[in-house]
C-alpha cells in the first residue's frame, strides 16, 4: 500500500466511521432531547425515523449520481451537509428544527456513504489490497455502530445531549479541507442522461418501503398505515424494474441486478445487518427490562461486541484470502448462527453477562467477517464506472437491512412473550435461523473470487 493510499484510506475510513456513529449515537439521548425540546413522547421515535428515510431512501440514487457526476464532488458536497446540518442539529430549539437537522444528517449519509465507498473501491485493485481496505472499512463501520451509544451516553452525561451533533463538526471541517489534496476526481467524459422515472420509483419505493417496516415496529405489522406503506413500496419498486428494462440510460442496468454475485451478495448483507443490529436491540430488551442495567452500562456491556467486530475486518482479508469469498461467509455466517444460538441459555440472574459478552464478541467476529465478504461479492468484477452505483446498491443494502431487523424481531418479541425473558430467547432463536440461512447464498453464487496474493490481482475460480 502505497504512502497515498494509506491517506485515502486514513481520509474515507474516519468519514465512514463517523457516519456509522450517527446511527446510534442519539438513542440514548432520546429521553433527554425530548424534555429539553418538549417532544410528545410519540413524537420522539421521528428523531430516529427521519434519519433512517433519507439514509436508505436515496442512497442507491446518489450512488448513481456520484458515477455520473463524480464522486469526489459528491463527497465533499455530502461531508458539507453533515457538518451543517450537525450544527443546525446542536443548536436546535424546537422539534422541528430538529426534525429538520435530522433530515438533512441523512441525506448527508445517502451521499457520503455510497461516494466514499465507491472512491475506496476504485483506488484498491481487485485482490488484497482491497479486500484489506473494505476489512478495516467494515470494522471501523461496526465499530462505530457499537461506539455510538456509548460516545452518546458519555457526551449526554457529561456535556449535553447537544454534543451528539457538535461532535460532527471539526470532523467533517478536517475532511473537507484534507480531502481535496489527497482524492482524484472521477467521471465519465460522457455523461449519459439521468433516468429520472428510474429515480423517482426507486427513491419513492425505498421511503414507502422504510416507513413502513419503521411504522410496522411501532404498531405491528397488522397496522393498515404500515400495511399501506409497505404494498405501495412493493408496487414503486416493481415498477422501478420494468422502467429499467426499457430505459435508454437506466439508474440501475438489469444486467448488473442480474448478476450472481450481485444479487445473492447483497442478499448476504441484508442477512448480516438485519440480524446484528436487532441482535444489539434484544439484548437491550434483556440487559435493560430482565437485569436491570442502565443505559449507559447497556452501551459500554456492547464494547465487547465492537471489539470482536474490529477484530473480524482485521481478519477478514487473510481468512479470505486463504479460503475464497463464499466458504469464509458459509463459515462467518455458521460461526454467528451459533454464538447466537447460545443466547438462548440466558437466565434472569447478573451472572449470565458472561455468556452474553463471550457470544457476542465470538458472533461480532462472525458477523464482520460475512460482511466483508460480502461487501467484496457486492463490488466485485465491475468496472470502475459502476462503483458508485454497486456501493450504492451495497449501501442501500445496509440501510434496508438495519430497518428491517429491528420491527421483526420487535414483533416476535410481542407474539411470543409470556415474559420479556421469554419473548427474548424466542426472538434469538429466530435471529439464529436468520443467520443460518446466510450459510445458503455460497451454493447460490457461482463465482468464488479469492484474492491471489500481493500485487497479484483478484482470481476468479470456477465452482
Known amino acids: 500500500m502505497s504512502a497515498r493510499q494509506r491517506l485515502i484510506l486514513l481520509l474515507l475510513l474516519g468519514s465512514q466511521f463517523m457516519l456509522a456513529v450517527d446511527f446510534s449515537i442519539l438513542n440514548v ?19 430516529a425515523t427521519t434519519f433512517a428515510l433519507a439514509a436508505a431512501g436515496f442512497t442507491l440514487l446518489f450512488g448513481r449520481i456520484a458515477d455520473l457526476f463524480g464522486r469526489r464532488r459528491l463527497f465533499l458536497a455530502g461531508m458539507a451537509l453533515l457538518g451543517l446540518s450537525s450544527l443546525a442539529g446542536g443548536l436546535a430549539t424546537s422539534p422541528t428544527m430538529l426534525l429538520v437537522a435530522r433530515v438533512a444528517q441523512g441525506l448527508a449519509t445517502a451521499i457520503v456513504t455510497p461516494a466514499g465507498l465507491s472512491l475506496l473501491t476504485t483506488s484498491f485493485p481487485e485482490g488484497p489490497l482491497r479486500a484489506r481496505a473494505l476489512g478495516l472499512n467494515g470494522a471501523l463501520m461496526s465499530a462505530g455502530f457499537t461506539s455510538g451509544a456509548i460516545l452518546g451516553g458519555l457526551l449526554t452525561e457529561l456535556l449535553s445531549w447537544r454534543w451528539a451533533f457538535f461532535v460532527n463538526v471539526p470532523v467533517a471541517l478536517a475532511v473537507l479541507v484534507a480531502a481535496p489534496l489527497v482524492l482524484t476526481e472521477s467521471r465519465p467524459a460522457q455523461r449519459p442522461k439521468m433516468d429520472l422515472p428510474g429515480a423517482v420509483t426507486v427513491t419513492g419505493g425505498l421511503l414507502a418501503l422504510v416507513f413502513g417496516l419503521t411504522r410496522a415496529g411501532e404498531h405491528g405489522f397488522a397496522d393498515p398505515v404500515a400495511l399501506g406503506a409497505l404494498a405501495a413500496g412493493a408496487v414503486l419498486l416493481v415498477a422501478f424494474w420494468f422502467v429499467e428494462r426499457r430505459a435508454t440510460s437506466p439508474l440501475v442496468p438489469v444486467t448488473i441486478l442480474a448478476r450472481p454475485t450481485v444479487k445473492w451478495g447483497n442478499l448476504a448483507g441484508l442477512i448480516a445487518f438485519a440480524t446484528e443490529t436487532s441482535l444489539v436491540f434484544l439484548l437491550t430488551l434483556y440487559l435493560q427490562k430482565v437485569l436491570g442495567y442502565s443505559a449507559l452500562a447497556t452501551g459500554l456491556s456492547f464494547g465487547v461486541l465492537g471489539i470482536g467486530t474490529v477484530l473480524g475486518g482485521v481478519i477478514a482479508p487473510r481468512v479470505l484470502a486463504r479460503t475464497g469469498t463464499g466458504r469464509a461467509m458459509t463459515v462467518a455466517f455458521a460461526v454467528q448462527a451459533a454464538a447466537t444460538a447460545s443466547l438462548a441459555l440466558l437466565g434472569a440472574g447478573s451472572g449470565w453477562i458472561w455468556l452474553l459478552l463471550v457470544a457476542t464478541f465470538v458472533g461480532g467476529v462472525g458477523n464482520m467477517v460475512a460482511i466483508v465478504a460480502f461487501m467484496i461479492t457486492a463490488t466485485s468484477g465491475l468496472p470502475d464506472s459502476e462503483q458508485g452505483l454497486a456501493t450504492g446498491l451495497a449501501t442501500m443494502t445496509q440501510q434496508v437491512g438495519i430497518t428491517l431487523g429491528i420491527p421483526i424481531m420487535s414483533a416476535v418479541v410481542t407474539a411470543a412473550m409470556g415474559t420479556v425473558l421469554q419473548g427474548v430467547i424466542v426472538a434469538v432463536l429466530v435471529n439464529a ?20 496474493g500481493p500485487g497479484g490481482g483478484a482470481g476468479t475460480t470456477p465452482r
Not at 439521548?29 to 428523531?47: K, M, N, Y
Not at 435461523?433 to 491471489?452: K, N
Open 433 to 452: 435461523a436468520l443467520a443460518l440461512t446466510g450459510v445458503l447464498i455460497r451454493a447460490r453464487t457461482r463465482d468464488d473470487h479469492r484474492p491471489i
Open 29 to 47: 439521548a432520546l429521553p433527554v432531547i425530548g424534555s429539553g425540546l418538549g417532544f410528545e413522547l410519540a413524537d420522539l421515535q421521528w428523531v
